[in-house]
């Protein structure tokens, strides 16, 4: 059974940091690429950040070049997300994200579910 677990959100302070986890389990997890995706309220869910399967590869939305880093470590089946430097605008729900191949050829969406991140004076 596919798991992706989110964690380490909270309330910081703008110009603060925080370091997001998503523990995965239930599939060959070095053998996908992982994103983390955001959404705040009253908007749609926008991808944030990419790493590719060995880590070797990343994109990053305009919005967090600079600021946040995805890393992931294959011996822990875990991706992070550094995020520097906050700001209100970076409040919302944090989601790991993953698209599996299935036993049928085909490839389906997964979800971690969510960790809020909450910036503010």
């Known amino acids: 059974q596919v798991q992706l677990v989110d964690s380490g959100g909270g309330l910081v302070q703008p110009g603060g940091s925080l370091r997001l986890s998503c523990a995965a389990s239930?599939?060959?997890?070095?053998?996908?690429?992982l994103n983390w995706y955001r959404q705040a309220p009253g908007k749609e869910r926008e991808l944030v950040a990419s790493i590719s399967t060995a880590g070797v590869s990343t994109n990053y939305a305009d919005a967090v070049k600079g600021r946040f880093t995805i890393s992931r470590d294959n011996g822990k089946n875990t991706v992070y997300l550094q995020l520097n430097s906050l700001k209100p605008e970076d409040t919302a729900v944090y989601y790991c994200?993953?698209?599996?191949?299935?036993?049928?050829?085909?490839?389906?969406?997964?979800w971690g579910q969510g960790t809020q991140v909450t910036v503010s004076s």
């Open positions: 239930g599939f060959t997890f070095s053998s996908y690429a």
């Open positions: 994200h993953a698209v599996l191949r299935t036993r049928w050829g085909t490839w389906t969406d997964y």
